[in-house]
């Protein structure tokens, strides 16, 4: 059953390096609004980036992230579709744990470069969005809730990813749909009709499609992230957020949202 959706903007401080992606994520939002024909809700305000270790960016952006994880639910428990542009994969910590306390059937299929599955006590850079997916599933407490059991997580595109990911990959703890031929069908397989929650980081992508933080060559073009989104457009779709978009172009945050149509019908 299709419900309206809901579109907010997440434009506050996610452990960011630099304030690209809180200032397009905007650009992303009204593309969706745009699209979805509803008002954008603007959560969080721009915050001068000054890198930092993983628990002081968490602080920092603690107040933010929890305006965000209300906002969510509100949209959930009004019976709505979330739809998220974020800035950071980080923002994810606040919103995938609502999710999945109001859709505990739902499966989380992570799209991006990185398997975000470290801890602080595994991260070698202190980066908070590698420590993005490992919070929702309760492998550390950030604060914000967790909730997501493994066999709900699937990995999809990740191509730089660190041992200490390796090794939970190899323990069979997460499943993983690699690029390349047979993507759509070992998706499909996959998520095996469950709902789906699509959690997208644009380094996924084929460097220079978008401008991203991280460029990590052998990504998705846009024609097959439209693929993997149509299969996924099969089972119930219990919401869409997608971040790390840096711009420059409302064009390209446009390419974007044309690229998920199948999400968003």
């Not at 809700?41 to 993983?54: C, M, Q, S």
């Not at 602080?59 to 009004?78: F, G, H, N, P, T």
Request: charged share 20%; aromatic share 4%; glycine share 8%.
């Amino acid at each position: 059953m299709n419900r309206p959706c809901a579109v907010t903007t997440y434009a506050g401080p996610a452990g960011d390096h630099n304030n690209r992606a809180m200032q397009c994520s905007i650009l992303v939002g009204e593309a969706l609004a745009g699209r979805l024909e509803v008002p954008n809700v603007i959560v969080g305000k721009l915050r001068e980036a000054d890198p930092r270790w993983w628990d002081i960016e968490l602080e920092r952006a603690r107040s933010s992230l929890q305006l965000m994880a209300r906002q969510i639910d509100k949209v959930m428990a009004e019976g709505l579709k979330p739809v998220s542009a974020l800035t950071r994969c980080a923002v994810a910590l606040a919103t995938v744990p609502v999710v999945v306390r109001h859709r505990p059937d739902a499966v989380v299929v992570w799209l991006d470069a990185h398997a975000d599955l470290n801890s602080p006590d595994t991260t070698t850079t202190g980066y908070l969005g590698g420590l993005a997916l490992s919070g929702p599933l309760g492998w550390w407490d950030s604060g914000l809730g967790a909730g997501l059991n493994t066999s709900q997580a699937v990995l999809v595109g990740i191509r730089d990813v660190e041992s200490a990911e390796q090794a939970h990959i190899q323990a069979g703890q997460v499943a993983v749909v690699p690029v390349g031929v047979g993507l759509t069908d070992r998706l499909t397989e996959v998520v095996n009709a469950r709902p789906v929650y699509l959690h997208l980081d644009c380094d996924v992508l084929e460097p220079g499609i978008v401008e991203t933080e991280y460029q990590v060559a052998e990504g998705l073009t846009l024609e097959e992230l439209h693929d993997c989104v149509a299969v996924l457009a099969e089972s119930e779709v219990v919401g869409v957020e997608l971040g790390e978009f840096e711009g420059p172009a409302a064009s390209d945050a446009e390419d974007l949202v044309e690229a998920l149509a199948p999400l968003l019908a």
